[in-house]
């Protein structure tokens, strides 16, 4: 059974940064697309980044050049460090792994709170 489990939400100043981690357990994670998303209250769930097939990073615009996405394959993990964070950045954010046959698997979140 695949496992990804978040760490590193926490409550931030705006201006602040964090980074989240995910550690998925099995054999998925090195042909698998990681990605982290996220939901804010009373929205949607929405992609924050991604990498490709191909192992380019792909961004929001709303987070571009703030946020940067990257895996440690030996770890199994993968990371969303996150700067210049703002209040509209406050979500629950979950890691995602698209395997190589197409399941999806989330994570069970890790709570992003940004406020002074």
């Known amino acids: 059974q695949v496992q990804l489990v978040e760490s590193g939400g926490d409550l931030v100043q705006p201006g602040g940064s964090l980074r989240l981690s995910c550690t998925a357990s099995g054999s998925i994670f090195d042909s698998s697309i990681m990605a982290w998303y996220r939901q804010a209250p009373g929205q949607g769930r929405e992609l924050v980044a991604r990498?490709?097939?191909?192992?380019?990073?792909h961004y929001a615009d709303s987070v571009k050049g703030r946020f940067t996405i990257s895996r440690d394959n030996a770890k199994n993990t993968v990371y969303l460090q996150m700067n210049s964070l703002k209040a509209e950045d406050t979500a629950v954010y979950y890691c995602n792994a698209v395997t190589y046959l197409g399941s999806s698997y989330y994570g069970q979140g890790t709570q992003v709170t940004v406020s002074s």
């Open positions: 990498f490709t097939s191909g192992g380019t990073a």
